[in-house]
């Protein structure tokens, strides 16, 4: 059974990068059938997705938000982390981690979410 | 950038018929999934490559697509169904697009 769990500091200040882990269990985050990525929703909005990460090492982000964005691994640990530098209240939002699968094109498992808010 | 529109609102009466369309441009030629999301829950997929049910989803769930436009259909529509879905489909100029989400109402 394939667990995701994701993981932040809750609070983050103006300007101020946020960082979110995703712990993986009960299966590889090097499996060549899956890839991985970072999803969220701001309070009343939709899903929006801001990034993937897959097995090659290839990553693709949102176009708006692709400055802003670091998504990597750590394969030792069976983890990807997440990066949004100079957050804004914007930014405020649930953080979702989930596996994609690389057939389907679609995100099969999620985690439970991260809520961050960013405030002084 | 590609882009996929939903009605904001679907209404329906229990034991009735759902159905939450998802327009894009030749979205027919795409693979298409569904995701159910309860307030306070994480998302969940219920269809996908357009059609098909992964393990567990009930039966009363199926999808199509075809031309611009995808469809989820709930048939015999249960209070639990009420929720927010999303369509999402990929793009080779974004790999993962969402729709902007349907909230069902069973009422």
């Known amino acids: 059974q394939l667990l995701l769990q994701d993981s932040g500091p809750g609070l983050v200040k103006p300007s101020e990068t946020l960082s979110l882990n995703c712990s993986v269990s009960?299966?590889?985050?090097?499996?060549?059938?899956?890839?991985w990525g970072w999803i969220r929703q701001s309070p009343g909005k939709g899903l929006e997705w801001i990034g993937s990460l897959y097995s090659s090492g290839n990553t693709y982000y949102k176009s708006s938000l692709k400055s802003r964005v670091t998504i990597s691994v750590d394969t030792s640990k069976n983890h990807f982390s997440l990066r949004l530098s100079s957050v804004t209240a914007a930014d405020t939002a649930v953080y979702y981690c989930?596996?994609?699968?690389?057939?389907?094109?679609?995100?099969?498992?999620w985690g439970q979410g991260s809520l961050a808010t960013v405030s002084s | 950038s590609y882009e996929l529109s939903q009605p904001s609102s679907v209404s329906v009466s229990p034991g009735q018929t759902a159905d939450i369309s998802c327009a894009g441009d030749k979205l027919g030629d795409k693979f298409t999934s569904w995701y159910q999301h309860r307030p306070g829950q994480s998302p969940v997929l219920v269809i996908y490559q357009d059609s098909k049910r992964p393990s567990g989803v009930p039966e009363r769930f199926s999808g199509s697509n075809s031309g611009n436009t995808a469809t989820l259909t709930i048939s015999g529509t249960q209070a639990m169904d009420e929720a927010d879905y999303y369509c999402?489909?990929?793009?080779?100029?974004?790999?993962?697009?969402f729709g902007g989400g349907t909230k069902l109402t069973v009422l």
């Open positions: 999402q489909a990929w793009d080779t100029s974004t790999p993962v697009v």
């Open positions: 009960g299966g590889s985050i090097s499996h060549k059938s899956y890839y």
């Open positions: 989930a596996r994609g699968v690389m057939v389907t094109r679609n995100f099969d498992s």
